[in-house]
């Protein structure tokens, strides 16, 4: 196949981006008001995971956060509250479109970017003879990444999968070529920590299998 690439810039995290400050008198949804926010939607500089931040115990309450990924997909989840901490999650969102709480949030708690997240999925052709694959990322800045992939099937929905290691690209911070060469169904780039620039380009060779 042609080279794929995909490039994902951090920026630093940013609390209270998504939703500022905020309590509620019970179940409902918290106001879409960060920094990042117009018209209720929060859009963020690239498709990465939200944290909940509050300095109060909020871990019985549930917050369903519903948004898009980069491809525009609707992904949605639940997650239970911070407890002075943040919680992050699964999924990674382009945008928010809402984030609804189960019961009354009595401790101020923000909706915030953190600088975690990854790529859209890249489809690999399993049908082909002598797998062999090119991994090559190219780093601009102090990033921190992995690259993974998954045997599960990426056109099946927004996940979430199941995702491992590709064997010497776990938490890297400078520029790498790996070759791999077993079958695997797609491919992402995980952005661990710090800010910058990553790019990850795919090269698959091999003849159509029969």
């Known amino acids: 196949m042609r080279p794929v690439t995909v490039t994902r810039t951090m920026v630093a995290a940013a609390v209270g981006a998504i939703a500022a400050l905020q309590t509620t008198a019970g179940a409902g949804n918290l106001l ?21 931040t509050s300095a109060g115990n909020l871990s019985a309450v549930n917050f369903t956060l519903t948004g898009t990924d980069q491809q525009g997909r609707v992904i949605s989840e639940v997650l239970a509250g911070p407890n002075a901490n943040t919680v992050s999650s699964v999924l990674n969102y382009k945008t928010i479109t809402s984030i609804a709480v189960s019961a009354a949030v ?13 790529s859209q999925e890249i489809p690999i052709d399993l049908y082909v003879n002598q797998i062999n694959i090119t991994l090559a990322t190219e780093l601009t800045g102090a990033a921190n990444y992995t690259v993974q992939y998954t045997m599960d099937n990426v056109f099946g929905g927004a996940g979430p999968f199941n995702w491992n290691t590709v064997a010497g690209l776990l938490a890297q911070t400078t520029n790498q070529v790996v070759q791999l060469t077993q079958a695997v169904r797609a491919l992402r780039l995980l952005t661990n920590s710090g800010t910058g620039t990553v790019a990850l380009i795919v090269t698959q060779a091999g003849l159509a299998g029969i």
């Open 32 to 52: 879409i008001n960060g920094t990042l926010a117009s018209g209720g939607v929060a859009t963020l500089d690239t498709q990465r995971t939200v944290g909940l």
């Open 106 to 118: 009595g401790t101020n708690v923000t909706a915030d970017t953190v600088t975690t997240g990854s």
